[in-house]
């Protein structure tokens, strides 16, 4: 399973460190990636990470402000988010992958398979 962590209450300009345990998930034939949902809207990615070839792809919502991370020794995947904004506000889920195709699509919600249950951002 994935399993998220590391959300909670911040105020606008701060930063906060997500954490998916993805214990299976986290070899290099993976892609993992960091989508949001906030209220009445859709599931949107943030940030995806594949490891096999050094690719991270970027919203361009959150270009600049964060960062996706893998570490392939403790089966874990961050996202450190700094100047944070009260737009960023939403539950964050983790998602991995198997096979996607082209850079494009990496943060595609129907290119995922694997979810964690979510963990909630709040800025204000």
């Known amino acids: 399973p994935l399993v998220e962590s590391g959300g909670g209450s911040v105020q606008a300009g701060g930063s906060l460190r997500l954490s998916c345990a993805a214990s299976g998930y986290t070899d290099s034939n993976n892609f993992m990636g960091w989508f949001r949902q906030a209220p009445g809207k859709e599931r949107e990615g943030v940030a995806a990470i594949y490891s096999g070839a050094s690719i991270t792809h970027y919203a361009d919502s959150v270009k600049g402000r964060f960062t996706i991370s893998q570490d392939d020794a403790n089966n874990t995947v961050y996202l450190q988010m700094n100047s944070l904004k009260p737009e960023d506000t939403a539950m964050y889920y983790c998602?991995?992958?198997?096979?996607?195709?082209?850079?494009?699509?990496?943060?595609?919600?129907?290119?995922?398979?694997?979810w964690g249950q979510g963990t909630q951002v709040t800025v204000s």
């Open positions: 998602a991995a992958s198997r096979k996607i195709s082209e850079v494009a699509k990496l943060l595609r919600r129907d290119e995922y398979n694997y």
